[in-house]
């Protein structure tokens, strides 16, 4: 069933004429503007593409753009999916897997995230070393398909050393302070409570309700990735203020042109 379905979305993309893109690129929470810089050539609503699930959040376009930025074709997800919304982790991956299909040789990712570590501040980019899935599922969970990736798939090095370090480089380069850290995923939809926020931090820098289904994904399948949080609140729990979307989404926008910027140029030397 899922080959079927994964055949029914590749299909219909190809006939929209979207071959061999080289990078796949998931837009997090707030962080949609980066489609700006993408010279696009297709623009298309998830609701039209088969099996796709559609985005739910308001802060999610939920559209696929096909383009290029400078001389290299990507395609770009302006919003994705979310277990809290009511999707199977396999349906939150599924259009992983369909960029894979289309012919990515890499993925970039983009989240928005709380700050755990007390000297990662708000405002702040967090390039994610590794992470921790405290989501109460695995997106490879059921009958396997050996032809898309082993059933036991390596997670020893989920994020290619090789994107971390160019993506590192470019930071230095454009003098764009970027921390370094773990990655914890957790269900939500709501923030956490102070205890959790005591408990996450000790073996964790950042939290989030994404990304690490569609990492695990790519790699069962053999696709590079790299990721970078966007830290848009502090979670200190004995100085917890509440937070707010409005906020979130203000912070995320805020730093979202140094991330933009560091995506765009690592994307020019792939």
Known sequence: MLRKKLTEAVAYLS???????????????????????????????????????????????????????????????????????????????????????LGINRLLLSNAAGALNPGYKKGGLMLIDDHINFLPDNPLRGKNHDEMGPRFPDMSQPYSRELNKKIEQIASDENIELYKGVYVAVMGPNLETRAEYRMLRQFSDAVGMSTVPEVIVANQMGLPCAAISVLTDECDPDNLAPASLEEILAVAAMAEEKLTRIFVKLIATL
């Not at 593409?49 to 001389?71: A, D, Q, Y």
Request: aromatic fraction near 8%; proline fraction near 5%.
């Open 15 to 101: 006939s929209r004429g979207i071959s061999k893109p080289e990078t796949g690129i998931i837009l997090g929470t707030g962080l949609g503007r980066m489609a700006g810089e993408i010279n696009i050539e297709q623009e298309i609503d998830y609701s039209l593409i088969p099996h796709f699930p559609v985005s739910t959040v308001e802060s999610h376009k939920g559209r696929l753009i096909c383009g290029k930025i400078g001389n290299k074709q990507v395609i770009a997800m302006q919003g994705r999916f979310h277990y809290y919304e009511g999707y199977s982790l396999q349906e939150v991956t599924f259009p992983v897997r369909v960029m894979k299909l």
